[in-house]
């Protein structure tokens, strides 16, 4: 029987789900978190064979004692996984120290986490990419800047989602920049006029897709963050053909193998530079699912169990689990300090044939997707538009 250690499997909620299809595929599921057992879910409690709780993930000396212990227990550990990008590198680390070969190690982090090293395997893959400057001094910056005109975007080169992301618009902006930045390293990019989409798949050992995806983000996830905008996510009901191809070109250019992947592109939305509107584009890899709820999207979007698929990818490399649906998925996330046109209760009676799920987001979330979600299946692109707009609707 196979070990699969699984990293803070709590975060988020649905990830109880992965542990389960794993369970349900024969595989011993060794959970460790900081979250006391009494304060997991059932669903979560029941999908696990044991968990251990260390008093701090940050900690690794307590997170490498617990896989000690469960080696001592069970025997040789033969996969180790968080899905989450805070924790890639602890878990390549504990790979290593650990001579699990079933995922990413050390020496690959740097290309899968600094943004300057993607774009030189997004160039290999023939993927056209944004200039950009690794931040060094003022100076410099301007010289870059007077390259390629403002605005530019500035974001931590080894980052994780719009965190710390700025549009910077003029000298002033560069100016205020520079005086309170942090000693993080920064990346300095051209601005793109672009919608970001994705290309998501879950990739066997051989790194054939056994499923694929597309969701696409039709506001600005910087504006989300820093200035507490709603948040708008919906899934495809198809993947388009260049997507598709750029996405498997980028699967090749990064070596994928045995992962689920989220990687992000722009569509650009004029001619510029970079290419004609519509070209698709660089923008950065993610080596875990699309965050949140985003799983259970795609299955509402394909009629499918992603979580399944991925579960039996780990423990068969291949699945029977077939995509039964075409329509749209979108998630709306609102704000607890906006006023909207709609109440609550107003929105789930009107949708009530197409709301799939609401609820509170999680805290942790709620920067990057609002307090409140709902989340919705629609047949054409035009039912999803009518919906947030007229869910996000202010008075």
């Known amino acids: 029987m196979k070990n699969f250690v699984f990293l803070s499997p709590n975060f988020p909620d649905n990830y109880w789900i992965f542990c389960n299809r794993l369970k349900e595929n024969g595989l011993n599921v060794l959970g460790i978190g900081d979250c006391p057992y009494d304060n997991l ?20 000396d307590e997170v490498y004692r617990a896989v000690a212990f469960f080696i001592h227990k069970y025997g040789r550990i033969d ?12 878990d390549a680390n504990l790979r290593k120290d650990f001579n699990i070969r079933t995922g990413f190690q050390p020496e690959d982090m740097p290309t899968v986490k600094f943004k300057s090293k993607m774009k030189e395997r997004y160039t290999l893959a023939g993927i056209p990419v944004a200039r950009h400057h690794l931040v060094d001094n003022k100076e410099n910056c301007e ?13 931590p080169d080894n980052g994780v989602g719009a965190t710390r992301t700025y549009r910077i618009s003029d000298e002033t902006g560069l100016e205020d920049f520079f005086r309170t930045k942090d000693d993080t390293l920064y990346i300095m990019e051209e601005y793109i006029d672009a919608t970001v989409t994705s290309y998501d798949a879950i990739v066997n050992s051989a790194g054939v897709p056994l499923f694929e995806n597309s969701n696409v983000t039709p506001v600005n996830l910087m504006d989300v963050v820093n200035e507490g905008g709603n948040c708008v996510l919906y899934m495809r009901d198809s993947l388009p053909e260049e997507l598709r191809m750029k996405g498997r070109a980028t699967l090749k250019a990064f070596g994928v193998r045995s992962r689920f992947v989220h990687f992000e592109f722009f ?42 698929i991925w579960a039996d ?13 075409r329509q749209f998925c979108v998630f709306i996330g609102r704000r607890d300090n906006r006023k909207y046109a709609l109440s609550t209760e107003e929105v789930l009676q009107r949708y009530a044939d197409h709301i799939v799920e609401s609820d ?20 054409t692109y035009e039912e999803i538009e009518e919906f947030w707009n007229t869910v996000l609707k202010e008075i």
Request: charged fraction near 25%.
């Open 41 to 60: 879910t059932d669903q979560l409690k029941g999908s696990l064979n044991e968990y251990y709780k260390v008093s701090s993930l940050e900690n690794y």
């Open 79 to 90: 996969w180790l996984e968080s899905n989450n990008e805070y924790w890639l590198e602890r």
């Open 143 to 155: 010289a870059f800047i007077n390259e390629v005109g403002y605005p530019v975007i500035v974001k």
């Open 267 to 308: 569509s650009l939305n004029k001619d510029q530079h970079i290419g004609k509107k519509g070209d698709i584009v660089a923008l950065e890899v993610n080596m875990r699912p699309s965050g949140g709820i985003s799983p259970s999207m795609m299955n509402y979007a394909h009629g499918t169990d992603v979580y399944k």
């Open 313 to 325: 990818m780990i423990a068969f490399d291949r699945t029977d689990k077939l995509c039964e649906t």
């Open 360 to 379: 509170r987001v999680d805290p942790a979330l709620a920067v990057d997707m609002g307090d409140y979600m709902f989340m919705a299946c629609f047949k």
